[in-house]
């Protein structure tokens, strides 16, 4: 799987927005863009994954480059429970992913009251 | 809905003992697979399982094996338990074959060896 990069840690204010980035520049056109985060003591939960075009659910959105080289995880209004480390992963689903996911550092979010 | 299960929770053990980690998933998912989870570092793959009856080494899989029981159930052992070992561990499951398919976690299981 193509590496991603992202910032070790960002910090928010709680109830604005938050914008975290990735960095893909080696992506390939079958790479499907993930986005898991992990709270604290937990397993890693799904957030939102795109291909090409934006995409949008009741979590976050998902804000993809036109050339795919970057996209940014949109969180619309931090709250407390946002607090968790987040992971952009790319899948390359020819053959469909048998091989899981390739977890990288990920971005610490800290949200301050 | 319990969705991914792993037990135990906790455990402790001494070196050069051995244990099983068990799994199960109740979303009839074909894929499943382990991951080890060291302080400050993100997930490491294990093992994996893409379909029932099949197994294949995922990028650390020395010091363990892997028992996929049937489609429910995917087993961790650790034949001889070194300090190294010591982390967390967290079975996955998917439907392998579905394009952007989501892999859904269980909580963890928090080994130590001493």
């Known amino acids: 799987d193509a590496k991603t990069t992202q910032p070790n840690s960002m910090e928010s204010n709680e109830e604005e927005p938050v914008h975290l980035p990735c960095n893909h520049s080696t992506i390939s056109g079958t790479d499907y863009i993930h986005w898991y985060r992990q709270l604290p003591s937990q397993g890693p939960e799904y957030v939102i994954h795109g291909l090409t075009s934006n995409v949008n659910n009741r979590m976050a959105s998902l804000a993809i480059a036109e050339d795919r080289k970057s996209s940014t995880l949109i969180l619309h209004r931090a709250t407390l429970r946002d607090a968790a480390v987040y992971y952009c992963?790319?899948?390359?689903?020819?053959?469909?992913?048998?091989?899981?996911?390739?977890f990288g550092k990920g971005t610490h979010l800290i949200i301050q009251p | 809905n319990a969705g991914v299960t792993q037990t135990p929770k906790f455990q402790v053990l001494k070196t050069g003992q051995s244990m099983t980690l068990q799994c199960a998933q109740d979303m009839n998912h074909n894929s499943m697979y382990w991951y080890r989870q060291d302080p400050g570092m993100g997930l490491r793959l294990i093992y994996y399982?893409?379909?029932?009856?099949?197994?294949d080494k995922g990028e650390v899989p020395n010091g363990y094996n892997v028992s996929r029981l049937n489609k429910r159930e995917f087993s961790l052992r650790l034949e001889s338990a070194a300090p190294s070992q010591t982390s967390v561990y967290f079975c996955a499951s998917d439907q392998h074959g579905n394009s952007g398919n989501t892999i859904y976690f269980g909580e963890g299981s928090w080994l130590t060896v001493v």
């Open positions: 399982s893409a379909s029932e009856g099949t197994t």
């Open positions: 992963i790319l899948r390359d689903e020819t053959g469909g992913g048998a091989d899981g996911l390739t």
